[in-house]
């Protein structure tokens, strides 16, 4: 198996959709996929709380991280591009185009010698 440095979006869209294939029941409806997403960045921010706020895990609270978390939300997002015949690729490069054009000027950049 590559690792996610090896694979392209489409790479890892085919992966997931392999794998969901595999399944009578196939990719869940947009509105169960938006709460199984909702419900993951509830996971990630509880355990940004637990690393860099001030609630502390307890002691019987199992051990996730927010790498896991993170593979959670891509997973979800994934799913939810594919059940939809979303490319991920040409949207993120949509998005970065609206970046690059519409907050070209917004923050302030870093000095960069040539």
């Not at 609630?55 to 059940?83: H, Q, R, T, W």
């Amino acid at each position: 198996m590559l690792h996610l440095s090896d694979k392209s979006m489409a790479d890892i869209q085919r992966e997931v959709d392999a794998y969901i294939s595999q399944f009578k029941e196939g990719y869940f409806s947009p509105l169960s996929m938006l709460a199984r997403m909702t419900e993951e960045i509830g996971e990630l921010a509880r355990e940004v709380n637990h690393h860099f706020g001030e609630k502390p895990k307890k002691k019987d609270e199992a051990d996730n991280s927010i790498e896991m978390e993170l593979g959670d939300i891509l997973f979800i997002v994934v799913c939810f591009a594919n059940s939809l015949g979303i490319d991920l690729a040409e949207a993120h490069d949509r998005v970065m185009h609206k970046f690059n054009t519409r907050d070209a000027d917004r923050w302030t950049r870093k000095n960069v010698e040539p």
